[in-house]
C-alpha cells in the first residue's frame, strides 16, 4: 500500500491522504489568509470522507470542477455537513480565490454522494472500506481500508470520552498501519463533568447579577453540545448563526446522536434566532446566554453580540473551544481586546474559556494505540507531530511522522 500525504501532515487542517494513487482520504481547507489546500494535483476514482468539519472536507467540492466524477462516500450527516459548509463558503467567498469551487461543482456532490452507516463494508477504488464510529461529532468515522495486503486503519478526528451529543469510540479493528490524530498530543483535558459545572455556576451567576452570557460555538457539534447543557441545568439560551441550521439537520438523523430525545428537548428548550428587525440587539439586552458562531470570533453573529455587550463588566463571554493563533478569540483572551468589523475595540465583559474538546487527550489517544503495538503508527493532524512519535518510538511502538508531500510505502509483511 501506498499513502500520499498531501494534507494534514505536521499540521492541523486540509486533511487529505492519497491511497495507492486512487482513493482518496478526505480533503479539507487549512483556515488562514489566504486559505490553504492540499498540495499537488489529485484525480482519484474514489473519495472517502472522516466527518463534517472544514479542515476534512472543506475542498471536496472543488475535485468536481473538471471532468472527473469521483464517488464521494460518507455518513449521512456528514454528506449534509459537507454541503451545508460547501454552501457557507460560497455565500461567504464565492467567485474569490478563496472558494476553490462553483454552485455547479456543489450541485455535482449531490449526484455523486453515496452513504453508509457505521461497520457497513463498501468497496471504493478497488478496497474494501469500512466506517467505525469514531466519536468526535455526529457522523464522525474511522476509516478502515483493505487493499487486499495491507490494512490501513485512518483514525480521523476521535474522542474516546463521552460527550452530551455523542458517546466516545470503542472501534479497534484490526490493522497492520494505524494513521492517528494527535492533535492533543501534549494534553490532559479535565474531566468532562468538573468543566460542565465550573461553565453552569459561571452562567448562572452572571444570570443571577443580572447580565447577558454570549457563548461563541462552532456550529458542528459545539453549538448542540452547549444546547444540551443549557437545557439540562435550564439555563435560558438563545442559539444564533449556521448552528441552527446545523442543530435541525442532526434532528433528522437520530441514530447518529447519543440521545435524540435529549437533542429534541434542547431544540425545543432554545429560542433560535432569525437576525431580523434589529431582533439581535433586544437580545443583547436580556439576561439569557446566546450561543452562537463563529467559535473563535472570526465572523458571523457573535461580531454583533460581542460588542453589544462588551462594556458592562456584569456580562460574560465564555469560549468553549480552542483558540487558534492569530484569530480575534485568541486575541481576545489574551489581550482584553479584539477586532470587530475592522474596529479593535475593548471588552470590559468578563472573558473565560472552557475545554469542551471533541478530540481525545493524550490518554485517549494512548489507549487507543495501546492495542497496536505491532503496528506501524503514523502520526498526523496535529502542531507536534514529530516530537509525540518520538515519544511513541521511545515506549516501543514503531512510528513516525510523514512531512507534507512524503510517500510512503507500506506492508503488512515486516
Not at 218 to 241: H, K, N, S, W
Not at 385 to 401: I, Q, V
Request: net charge negative; hydrophobic share 35%.
Amino acid at each position: 500500500m501506498e499513502l500520499r500525504f498531501l494534507g494534514g501532515a505536521r499540521e492541523v487542517g486540509r486533511s487529505a491522504i492519497l491511497v495507492n494513487d486512487s482513493l482518496l482520504l478526505d480533503y479539507g481547507v487549512l483556515t488562514d489568509t489566504p486559505p490553504q489546500y492540499p498540495v499537488g494535483d489529485v484525480e482519484p476514482d474514489a473519495v472517502v470522507a472522516s466527518h463534517g468539519h472544514l479542515d476534512h472536507v472543506g475542498a471536496i467540492p472543488s475535485l468536481l470542477s473538471g471532468s472527473s466524477r469521483p464517488p464521494i462516500h460518507w455518513t449521512p450527516p456528514t454528506r449534509e455537513l459537507a454541503l451545508t459548509l460547501a454552501r457557507d463558503t460560497l455565500k461567504l467567498h464565492g467567485r474569490t480565490l478563496q472558494c476553490p469551487f462553483t454552485e455547479n461543482d456543489v450541485r455535482r456532490v449531490t449526484q455523486v454522494s453515496e452513504t453508509h452507516g457505521y461497520r457497513e463494508t463498501f468497496e471504493a477504488a478497488g478496497h474494501e472500506v469500512t466506517l467505525f464510529d469514531a466519536g468526535h461529532i455526529p457522523g464522525s468515522a474511522h476509516v478502515l481500508v483493505d487493499d487486499g495486503e495491507t490494512r490501513l486503519f485512518y483514525t480521523a478526528d476521535f474522542h474516546t470520552g463521552d460527550q452530551r451529543l455523542v458517546s466516545g469510540t470503542t472501534a479497534r479493528p484490526d490493522a497492520d498501519v494505524v494513521l492517528c490524530e494527535s492533535t492533543y498530543s501534549d494534553v490532559t483535558h479535565e474531566d468532562r463533568a468538573v468543566v460542565e459545572e465550573r461553565f453552569v455556576e459561571s452562567v448562572e451567576t452572571t444570570l443571577w447579577e443580572g447580565g447577558t452570557v454570549v457563548v461563541p460555538a462552532f456550529a458542528i457539534g459545539r453549538t448542540q453540545e452547549m444546547l444540551l447543557i443549557c437545557d439540562a441545568y435550564d439555563i435560558p439560551c438563545y442559539v444564533d448563526g449556521m448552528g441552527t441550521d446545523v442543530t435541525e439537520m442532526l434532528r433528522r438523523h437520530p441514530e447518529f446522536v447519543r440521545d435524540a430525545d435529549a437533542l429534541q428537548r434542547a431544540t425545543s428548550h432554545a429560542r433560535f434566532v432569525t437576525g431580523r428587525d434589529g431582533q439581535r440587539k433586544r437580545i443583547a439586552d436580556q439576561q439569557t446566554a446566546i450561543v452562537t458562531t463563529s467559535g473563535m470570533l472570526s465572523g458571523g453573529p457573535a461580531m454583533t453580540y460581542v460588542p453589544a455587550i462588551r462594556a458592562n463588566p456584569t456580562n460574560k463571554v465564555t469560549m468553549t473551544g480552542y483558540q487558534v493563533q492569530g484569530t480575534p478569540g485568541r486575541e481576545l483572551l489574551e489581550t482584553g481586546s479584539a477586532e470587530f468589523d475592522g474596529r479593535v475595540l475593548p471588552v470590559s465583559a468578563r472573558v473565560e474559556q472552557y475545554d469542551f474538546s471533541a478530540h481525545a487527550d493524550r490518554s485517549g489517544i494512548l489507549d487507543v494505540l495501546n492495542d497496536y503495538r505491532d503496528a506501524e503508527i503514523l502520526v498526523n493532524h496535529g502542531d507536534r507531530c514529530e516530537a509525540f512519535a518520538e515519544e511513541l518510538r521511545a515506549a516501543g511502538f514503531d512510528a513516525s511522522a510523514p512531512a507534507l508531500g512524503d510517500v510512503r510505502e507500506l506492508s503488512a509483511h515486516r
